[in-house]
């Protein structure tokens, strides 16, 4: 498995009360399949998807992803550890201002420390996310379409073997935000990525192979979705949707 | 306009983030305090020298004079006397004073009394009532300073001269004394009669005369004046009422303390840059919000006066702290510069001065303010619902534009009224709008550079803290005018300093001769040579004094010249210069403070240039002028100038003009004669010598009292002592209040730093999230802040260095040097105080998730 979720629990205290977000979620996840988490707002979404990427600490239970247990781990080796193997996308894009478009996309890359070539793959990159003509633009310079681009560039760019996407069109107008998530789809097929995504959006649910739905803190269903889980043997046979 | 709605918004408003802007307001508060401090305490100064004006003087009118009254005057005052008016003289000399005891000598100040001065206030002295006892009595008191340096306690006798008299108290204080007089040299405080036996007042010593009158009746003393003007105006005895004195020296005081003002309205206009920024930063937060407001029907006007309101409310609560601090800080300066102040000062708190600071401070805050808070009234309803929305901006919006003027004509106002003179203060305010371009260059410039030539080779999370310098919204600038202003007052300050303390160096310093004998008669230099340590004798400085006056220019006496109607007043010989005594000389070479401007030196050396025209003096004697009294006496090349040389008439013609240094402490001279002339005239000798072991020295001085008790020996090293002591006192002042200015600047750099630090939580939680360690976070922070204090004190010490390098040589006339250690240090005290106020503000974003952080909405 490439995400393992043991009995987690979340609990915030809210003016002096405990205030429970996330009640012994148990979830497991298969490398390279694509999982959309959907839900009410305030139902626990992006405090699970924190969770499993190590951005928090749980107040119980273990998240052990790629085989490491993440709470095992220092805050430093948790973050050199998403250096390593994990990728992000946020509904508000959060790229650093300050930065080009391919400064952006490098940033992880440099994290991580060295290496000939770096350069070479953020271009490779942004010419893939069709922004191979802005990349020394800021970010005030692009639409919200086109900062989301760079910052799935950079969600790839230390090639992860997951990626987490919070409601990543959740700015976006419809026909945008749809060509985003078939960039985020060829991408992560290409680059054989297992994909944990929240979303609203039920059309875009419907694209993953399974569907887990919260509500309450709780996951209250589990399915299959219309695309076929990717086969043992690792290959895809799953076809894109027209 | 709905007023009534516009107020209850100001008020809720206000309870979100204009607290932010609090700091900066501390910044105006701190601005306030310095001028309500600065004014209350000249009106203390002014009321209490008035209040104090007759003990001030200890009388209510005096006679003065560095010789013997003329005879003409001596009448004045016999008939005075005669007329019943309280006459008190008092001579004061220098003169080397011998303790038998310890065998110690030093030169001091040796004051004769006759009569009853000071006829106001009271002399303190141990035991009580000794005051007057020398006069009566035959006997000495001394400054407390006499016993240490001279080693005797009370009861001890001192030799001055040739009469040796007990001590029997000392003077603890004088309503009469400026405090500082006293570090020239302590005094010892004799009978009248005592000082002539003292045989001290030889020919040429460095003595005043002084007579006191007690005329309590202000229209008699003032028909005195008028009476005896045209007789005291044939001399240069200087008449002077109490009243007068009085009055130049409030006069003096006004001046330094409306100097001190600037100061401090330096400190509250930097307040003014930090609020404008802070509420830039505060608005572009709340454009939201105020869109929509506007969508919800709140017309223009209203929106806008709310926040109006709230930087009016907090500028008055600034002040209003400003004031209570200045009043405290008013109580703080007499006290501070209670050695430089001529009277004690009673404090008073002035309604003035507190209406004044609050009005300016409420000014200052709004005027600001208004600028930045223009853009609300821009900000279209459209902008909820499209929050990229940018509305096409108005070029020329007249509102603006009034803004912009009522910023600069307020500067320009408060300079003008702050400072001494009007002109003074158009000339600060144009020297602050320049520092502060200047700094908005350099720092732009600067930050070009960077961003154009920083290595792309350097590690990422340097890089990112460069580049976090050009974040939107960023601070840079302003942090850089609050810090570069401090680097740039504290910078200047030192550069100065330190160009003044080599120039005492080069006079004082290894090589230079430590001990000035004067007083010396010509037949006494040769045995004198041999007193002196062996090793002294080559470096042996011999400089005659020869006194001269002045009985003609060109054939005109200095009454005709000054009364010859067919000359314009400004272009007839200065009265000063036509009057006065002068100590010329005569000698072979030009010293080392000393170039030709103009003619040749007697052996022929031109002066630079193709002014070096050769004149020759025929039979008279040539004579060479320093640049300046050539001025004043309105003559050039080839004039001549008649002497009166001891009762010895001598006729001179100018071949040469000088430029002297007179900053060097060296014997220099307005007029140079050429040796060979007038040797024999009657003169003095002062002769410098070099003895670097302090025993020796001592041992030198104690024979010299012995052998010729006419010579008096001054020590450089304790002249030394004097002047650091002054600078030292000098500098505290300064410093305190340099404080405002620097604190203010700090403040600045807190807001500032504080107002980007959502924006840098939130890059740091993202960087963590993209798999930054906590090293590397703390890289990005630490660059940026180091940057950041760099970049603002690189600016401001450039610009320190650049002014104090023209000032140095114009303003001190003194060579300027770099100094590189203090600017380092400054540096690093800048730089270092950025990452302590910037790290401080970081520290929650190390320990929160990164989470939590991305959470928060942005915006
Ligand atoms: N720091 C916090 N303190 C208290 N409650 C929190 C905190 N963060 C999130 N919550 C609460 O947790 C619940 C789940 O939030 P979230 O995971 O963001 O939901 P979703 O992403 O599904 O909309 C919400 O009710 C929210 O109010
Ligand atoms: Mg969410």
């Known amino acids: 498995m490439m995400i393992v979720a043991q009995g987690l629990e979340k609990t915030y205290t809210s003016g002096g009360r405990p205030l429970p977000v996330l009640r012994d979620i148990d979830l497991e996840v298969a490398p390279e399949s694509f999982v959309a988490v959907v839900g009410p707002s305030g139902s626990g979404k992006t405090t699970l998807l924190g969770l499993l990427a190590g951005l928090d600490v749980p107040s119980a239970g273990r998240v052990v992803l790629d085989g490491q247990d993440l709470f095992a781990l220092t805050e430093d080796e948790r973050a050199g550890f998403r250096a390593e193997r994990v990728g992000f996308v946020f509904q508000t894009f959060h790229l650093l201002p300050t930065l080009t478009a391919l400064e952006n996309v490098l940033v992880p890359l440099e994290l991580r420390g060295g290496g000939r070539g770096l350069r070479s793959r953020a271009t490779e990159l942004l010419d893939h996310v069709g922004l191979g003509d802005r990349m020394h633009h800021y970010p005030a310079q692009l639409s919200g379409g086109e900062q989301q681009r760079v910052a799935l560039a950079r969600a790839f760019a230390n090639q992860p073997r997951i990626l987490f996407a919070d409601e990543p069109t959740g700015n976006l107008d419809q026909e945008t935000g749809a060509a985003i998530v078939a960039m985020l789809e060829e991408l992560n097929r290409e680059a054989r990525t297992t994909l944990v995504m929240v979303t609203h959006d039920q059309a875009l649910a419907e694209r993953a192979h399974r569907i887990v739905r919260l509500a309450g803190g709780c996951i209250?269903?589990?399915?299959?979705?219309?695309?076929?889980?990717?086969?043992?043997?690792?290959?895809?046979?799953?076809?894109?949707?027209p | 306009m709905k007023l009534g709605f516009a107020l209850r918004l100001a008020v809720r408003e206000s309870r979100h983030g204009f607290r932010r802007v609090g700091v900066y307001m501390a910044a105006i508060t701190l601005g306030v305090a310095a001028l309500v401090a600065i004014h209350s305490f000249r009106d203390d100064v002014a009321r209490s020298v008035q209040e104090e004006a007759d003990v001030l003087m200890g009388a209510d009118a005096r006679f003065e004079a560095n010789r013997p009254l003329p005879d003409s005057v001596t009448h004045i005052i016999d008939s005075l006397s005669a007329a019943g008016v309280d006459v008190s003289r008092v001579t004061t000399t220098l003169s080397m004073v011998l303790a038998p005891k310890s065998g110690d000598v030093r030169l001091l100040q040796v004051q004769a009394l006759q009569g009853g001065f000071p006829f106001y206030g009271e002399v303190e002295t141990t035991p009580a009532h000794s005051w007057g006892r020398h006069a009566r009595e035959g006997v000495a008191l001394v400054?407390?300073?006499?016993?240490?340096?001279?080693q005797i306690s009370l009861g001890d006798t001192l030799a001055v001269g040739r009469v040796r008299v007990p001590v029997v108290a000392t003077v603890e204080n004088t309503p009469t004394d400026l405090g500082y007089q006293t570090a020239v040299g302590p005094r010892v405080y004799v009978s009248q009669a005592t000082l002539d036996s003292a045989g001290l007042l030889g020919f040429g010593s460095l003595a005043r005369y002084a007579v006191y009158l007690r005329m309590p009746d202000e229209g008699a003393r003032h028909a005195l004046r008028q009476r005896y003007s045209s007789v005291l105006r044939a001399t240069d005895v200087s008449f002077r009422l109490a009243e007068d004195q009085a009055h130049r020296l409030s006069n003096s005081i006004r001046f330094l303390g409306r100097f001190l003002g600037l100061v401090g309205l330096g400190a509250l206009l930097l307040g003014g840059i930090g609020v404008a920024s802070a509420v830039q930063v505060y608005?572009?937060?709340?454009?939201?919000?105020?869109?929509?407001?506007?969508?919800?029907?709140?017309?223009?006007?209203?929106?806008?006066?709310?926040?109006?309101?709230?930087?009016?409310?907090?500028?008055?609560?600034?002040?209003?702290?400003?004031?209570?601090?200045?009043?405290?800080?008013?109580?703080?300066?007499?006290?501070?510069?209670?050695?430089?102040?001529?009277?004690?000062?009673?404090?008073?708190?002035?309604?003035?001065?507190?209406?004044?600071?609050?009005?300016?401070?409420?000014?200052?805050?709004?005027?600001?303010?208004?600028?930045?808070?223009?853009?609300?009234?821009?900000?279209?309803?459209?902008?909820?619902?499209?929050?990229?929305?940018?509305?096409?901006?108005?070029?020329r919006d007249p509102w603006r534009i009034g803004a912009y003027s009522a910023l600069l004509a307020s500067v320009f106002l408060l300079c003008g009224v702050e400072a001494p003179e009007t002109s003074v203060g158009l000339v600060f305010a144009v020297a602050l709008l320049v520092t502060v371009a200047l700094l908005a260059a350099v720092a732009w410039g600067l930050t070009r550079l960077t961003r154009r030539f920083f290595p792309t080779r350097a590690s990422y999370p340097v890089r990112q803290g460069v580049s976090n310098l050009f974040r939107p919204h960023n601070q840079t600038l302003s942090v850089t005018l609050a810090l570069g202003f401090g680097a740039f007052v504290v910078g200047t300050v030192m550069q100065v300093e330190g160009s003044l303390l080599d120039d005492l160096t080069v006079s004082f310093g290894q090589g230079r001769p430590n001990v000035l004998l004067f007083d010396v008669q010509k037949d006494q230099v040769d045995s004198l040579r041999t007193l002196l340590p062996a090793s002294a004798r080559a470096g042996l400085e011999v400089t005659p004094l020869i006194m001269s006056r002045i009985t003609a220019i060109d054939g005109r006496t200095p009454a005709e010249l000054r009364s010859d109607s067919m000359i314009p007043r400004e272009e007839r010989p200065r009265r000063w210069a036509l009057r006065r005594e002068y100590r010329n000389t005569y000698r072979a070479k030009l010293g080392s403070a000393e170039t030709l401007v103009a003619g040749r030196w007697w052996d022929g050396t031109p002066a630079a240039g193709d002014s070096g025209r050769a004149v020759s003096a025929g039979d008279l004697v040539p004579v060479s002028l320093e640049e300046g009294i050539a001025q004043d006496l309105k003559v050039g090349l080839g004039d001549t100038i008649s002497w009166n040389v001891g009762g010895m008439p001598v006729e001179s013609v100018v071949t040469s003009i000088r430029h002297v240094e007179w900053s060097r402490l060296q014997p220099n001279f307005f007029a140079i004669f050429k040796p060979g002339y007038i040797d024999d005239a009657p003169q003095t000798i002062i002769m410098l010598a070099r003895i670097p072991d302090p025993t020796r020295r001592a041992d030198f001085q104690r024979a010299l009292v012995h052998v010729f008790p006419n010579v008096s020996a001054l020590d450089f090293s304790r002249v030394q002592e004097a002047i650091d002591s002054v600078l030292s006192r000098v500098r505290t002042a300064v410093t305190f209040l340099a404080l405002f200015s620097a604190l203010a600047g700090i403040l600045v750099l807190v807001g500032a730093l504080a107002t980007s630090r959502l924006q840098r939580t939130r890059e740091g939680a993202l960087l963590k999230t993209l798999g930054a360690r906590r090293t590397q976070v703390l890289t990005v922070l630490f660059t940026e802040y180091l940057a950041l204090g760099t970049l603002a004190t690189a600016a401001g010490l450039a610009l320190a260095w650049i002014a104090s390098a023209i000032m140095v040589p114009h303003v001190f006339q003194v060579t300027f040097h770099t100094h590189p250690v203090p600017l380092l240090v400054i540096w690093g005290a800048v730089a270092g105080l950025t990452l302590a106020v910037g790290l401080a503000g970081s520290r929650g974003l190390l320990r929160r998730p990164p989470l939590a952080v991305l959470r928060e909405v942005p915006e």
């Open chain 1, 220 to 241: 209250v269903a589990d399915e299959e979705a219309g695309a076929p889980a990717p086969s043992a043997d690792g290959t895809d046979s799953a076809a894109p949707r």
């Open chain 2, 283 to 395: 608005v572009r937060e709340r454009r939201p919000a105020v869109a929509v407001l506007r969508c919800l029907g709140a017309d223009q006007w209203t929106v806008f006066a709310a926040y109006v309101v709230q930087a009016a409310a907090l500028g008055l609560i600034g002040s209003g702290v400003g004031v209570a601090l200045g009043a405290a800080t008013q109580r703080v300066l007499p006290v501070l510069l209670a050695g430089v102040l001529p009277v004690p000062v009673s404090t008073r708190f002035s309604p003035a001065a507190a209406a004044a600071g609050v009005g300016i401070g409420v000014w200052v805050a709004v005027v600001f303010a208004f600028i930045p808070l223009l853009e609300i009234k821009d900000v279209p309803p459209l902008q909820a619902l499209r929050q990229d929305f940018e509305p096409p901006r108005r070029r």
């Open chain 2, 143 to 150: 400054d407390p300073a006499v016993l240490t340096q001279l």
